[in-house]
């Protein structure tokens, strides 16, 4: 297989969209190959990615206890005070979880709940990917507005791992141009001159200038960036993996930091203390025996699934089944899966959800997320290779949801012994108890076990769909080749792979992109004329898109010779290997 040097220079390429050298040949590796390496590159969000700054820098962790700062007095005056966590897709998400988590911990602490969460696209884009919205300032400031109305005091954390969202920059300026009101921290995981300078229609700021602005306000007002480098995603791009599980880290360092300074004045830990228990967690998962065997294993089980048309089930309670949700949810826009591919299915459904927008299941089956609704439209139906994942904290299942003919696996933080159902594969965890208690002490530990449950069941599950969708075909060294245009960030990057394996200029590939998206060899000026959202909105409803305009481009043929090439190997990742490798003979 040819090897493709990556032309852009790295520094000009943002780190959250560069290519991870650890898993350049992940599409030739066996499940087992895939596991560890997407370990390695896990490893490096802690210890850190080159010359930049890490999770442990000394301005990061400074910062962090600043913004701890704030938010415990806005704990304390909760009347008048927000806590607002907002973002796009799984930052959104990422957002929603843990606004949910730490109300419930103030409820527990008989405190007033203070987190609110904004996700673009609304909930609807809690299960969907809703990528439109994203682009969007103007709706990202009325959501501000709309949310915070009648509030004195709010932190708000604008979560964008390529600090790059329109809906995320439009609510920083405004927060910013609104300093008596608001806090503003920018949370995203590139150096703050890769954030995104393009032009954002109907809009007067690039996201690199509203970084600028912060940067420049920061050392005189409460304007915080928090932006530590985790390293480019195992899949190019992929911010859910590596960036969403530093969002959660990080977000929750903060949270349990500030509960605890709110509760006695005074935390038990260091900032870094906490966070090192996340890399302990980290280590212990992937370093226990057995363990990456047993996730190699249900790699191989439901990547086959997914090879004869199967399904993928995640079944769980409480927030272990909303991580299941959530990595579900992320299979549509980054692999291309259909909705039914991949779902994830939660105990009590909305009565536990605790979204915004309350039950949703009326806008569709795949908003139907109870066990009850999986019980009534899916076992009945469940095919001998579809897989159901069941995730649990004490290794109790349901006993109505293993009433199924189908693969089985288990993920449980409980002993084996403690397994109430027969399953085909098993992972057992445990959390590293000693080594947390001696990070954060005993009653931290207690209070905040699950935390570190969830991020160990978003690292095995994110490796499961990974694993899954490199199986079946759809990566292309460590990229996702057939994705869909239906954002800018989604455009550019698509332009950005069009370039990199054909080696034509900017442009042409521009155009190349163009004439498959309006399906044409003869591109007039007024196509190219036209705004990126215009591009984007033809793009949208379409399929195979970029593996089109890619194709011609390295072969120099018509879009209807490529698209020929394709329905003749569905595969992507053969086809484009295979038209490289004849290109280069
Ligand atoms: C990425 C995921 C996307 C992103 C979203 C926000 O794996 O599919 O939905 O989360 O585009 O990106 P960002 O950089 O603003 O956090």
Redesign the pocket.
Same mark, same amino acid.
């Given at each position: 297989m040819p090897t493709i040097s990556l032309k852009a220079g790295a520094m000009s390429v943002p780190v959250?969209e560069a290519v991870n050298p650890i898993t350049k040949n992940v599409d030739v590796a066996s499940p087992l190959e895939i596991v560890s390496l997407l370990h390695k590159c896990d490893k490096e969000i802690f210890e850190g990615w080159n010359e930049y700054k890490s999770l442990y820098d000394e301005e990061v962790l400074a910062t962090l206890d600043k913004i701890i700062t704030v938010a415990a007095s806005i704990i304390e005056n909760a009347a008048s005070g927000l806590i607002v966590l907002s973002?796009? @897709?799984? /930052?959104g998400r990422i957002a929603f979880l843990t606004a949910r988590t730490f109300n419930a911990k103030l409820s527990e602490l008989s405190r007033t709940p203070c987190f609110k969460y904004l996700i673009a696209g609304r909930d609807k884009a809690l299960f969907t990917?809703q990528?439109a919205p994203?682009d969007d300032p103007v709706c990202g400031v009325e959501m501000l507005k709309e949310i915070t109305d009648g509030k004195t005091k709010v932190l708000f954390i604008g979560?964008?791992?390529?600090l790059?969202?329109p809906y995320?920059g439009g609510q920083l300026q405004y927060c910013m141009e609104n300093l008596g009101v608001f806090t503003p921290v920018v949370l995203?995981f590139n150096p703050t001159h890769l954030a995104r300078n393009n032009p954002i229609e109907k809009w007067e700021s690039t996201f690199l200038q509203v970084i600028n602005k912060m940067e420049e306000m920061k050392s005189s007002s409460n304007v915080f960036i928090l932006n530590p480098v985790v390293g480019p995603e195992p899949i190019t @791009?992929? /911010?859910?993996?590596k960036?969403?599980s530093a969002t959660k880290v990080l977000l929750e360092t903060i949270f349990t930091g500030a509960i605890l300074s709110a509760k006695s004045g005074d935390r038990p830990w260091q900032t870094k203390s906490f966070i090192q228990s996340y890399q302990v967690v980290c280590n212990n998962l992937y370093n226990a025996k057995g363990s990456m065997e047993a996730v190699a294993q249900i790699v191989e089980l439901a990547g086959n699934s997914l090879k004869s048309n199967g399904s993928i089930y995640y079944v769980g309670e409480g927030t272990l089944g909303i991580m299941g949700m959530i990595d579900a949810s992320?299979c549509p826009?980054?692999y291309g899966a259909s909705l039914s591919d991949v779902r994830g299915f939660l105990d009590r459904g909305y009565k536990s959800f605790r979204n915004n927008d309350g039950d949703l299941s009326s806008l569709g089956l795949h908003f139907q997320i109870s066990f009850n609704d999986m019980i009534k439209d899916i076992l009945p139906h469940v095919k001998p290779f579809d897989v159901v994942i069941y995730i649990t904290s004490d290794g109790n299942v349901d006993q109505r949801m293993t009433k199924c003919l189908c693969k089985k696996a288990l993920i449980s933080f409980a002993p084996k012994s403690s397994t109430v159902i027969s399953t085909d594969v098993e992972v057992n965890m445990s959390l590293p108890k000693e080594a947390l208690i001696s990070l954060i002490g005993e009653t931290a530990f207690q209070q905040f076990s699950m935390l570190f449950e969830e991020i160990s069941t978003k690292w095995i599950l994110n490796a499961i769909t990974t694993g899954t969708h490199v199986m079946k075909g759809k990566v292309f060294q460590n990229m996702m080749v057939d994705l869909k245009v239906s954002?800018n960030?989604l455009f550019h990057r698509a332009i950005g792979i069009i370039q990199r394996f054909s080696e034509l200029s900017l442009e042409d590939s521009k155009d190349c992109l163009l004439r498959s998206i309006y399906n044409t060899d003869n591109l007039s000026e007024e196509i190219r004329e036209r705004p990126i959202s215009c591009h984007i909105e033809a793009a949208t409803p379409l399929s195979q898109v970029v593996p089109r305009a890619l194709l011609s481009a390295i072969l120099s043929c018509s879009v209807s010779e490529s698209q020929r090439l394709l329905d003749k190997e569905p595969v992507i990742q053969k086809v484009i290997s295979q038209t490289l490798s004849g290109v280069n003979q």
């Open positions: 959250t973002g796009c @897709g799984t /930052s990917s990528e994203e979560i964008t791992c390529g790059s969202a995320v995203g @791009g992929s /911010s859910r993996m960036s969403g992320e826009p980054t954002n960030k």
